[in-house]
T-cell receptor, first 113, second 110 residues
Framework: DGGITQSPKYLFRKEGQNVTLSCEQN?????MYWYRQDPGQGLRLIYY???????QKGDIAEGYSVSREKKESFPLTVTSAQKNPTAFYLC????????????FGEGSRLTVL | DAKTTQPNSMESNEEEPVHLPCNHS???????IHWYRQLPSQGPEYVIHGLTSNVNNRMASLAIAEDRKSSTLILHRATLRDAAVYYCILRDADDYKLSFGAGTTVTVRA
């Protein structure tokens, strides 16, 4: 089935450790996105990419890094510089079109102990 | 920053219609209006989108004001499964920075 796969679904890490969240899509979409969601809050954009080997900072990029080496993959690294990394992380993809809908993964819940 | 504003919450009774407003006063002529909803502990899902004319699909209807500065998502008969956070966003062909606001939390009473 076509869709977006995020892994892991749950992740526990100690403070100060970098962690990488995986996002893979088989929808042949050019655009991919990473969002962060805190309890009871909306989605905040971390990074986005429109094409392989290119990406842009979103509204809250500090403490995060991404790569886009393949069209279908857009991993997010939460670095030790991120002050409060515990959150629900969502990956999405879409076609490069004003009418293109966003497809979201099921999310990765990161807890820093 | 999000280019849309929505009420924080709305309540409805089961099987009654729900009208969810969204203001987008700075909308450009080429922006499409998209709506998504997010069930608890899940990723958001697409609901509907439109440009100028009202739109209907199996999930909802979208009514767009004549000046396009506001729109309303209409759930015709709310069910308990419609309890979710609903987001309104704008999509432009040249801007792929898609920011979501806090959305509207819809509560459906049985």
């Amino acid at each position: 089935d076509g869709g977006i796969t995020q892994s892991p679904k749950y992740l526990f890490r100690k403070e100060g450790q970098n962690v990488t969240l995986s996002c893979e899509q088989n929808l042949n979409h050019d655009a991919m996105y990473w969002y962060r969601q805190d309890p009871g809050q909306g989605l905040r954009l971390i990074y986005y990419s429109q094409i392989v080997n290119d990406f842009q900072k979103g509204d809250i990029a500090e403490g995060y890094s991404v790569s886009r080496e393949k069209k279908e993959s857009f991993p997010l690294t939460v670095t030790s510089a991120q002050k409060n990394p515990t959150a629900f992380y969502l990956c999405a993809s879409s076609a490069l079109s004003r009418t293109g809908e966003l497809f979201f993964g099921e999310g990765s819940r990161l807890t820093v102990l | 920053d999000a280019k849309t504003t929505q009420p924080n919450s709305m309540e409805s009774n089961e099987e009654e219609p729900v009208h969810l407003p969204c203001n987008h006063s700075t909308i450009s002529g080429t922006d499409y209006i998209h709506w998504y909803r997010q069930l608890p502990s899940q990723g958001p899902e697409y609901v509907i989108h439109g440009l100028t004319s009202n739109v209907n699909n199996r999930m909802a209807s979208l009514a767009i004001a004549e000046d396009r500065k506001s729109s309303t998502l209409i759930l015709h008969r709310a069910t308990l499964r419609d309890a979710a956070v609903y987001y309104c966003i704008l999509r432009d062909a040249d801007d792929y920075k898609l920011s979501f606001g806090a959305g509207t939390t819809v509560t459906v009473r049985a």
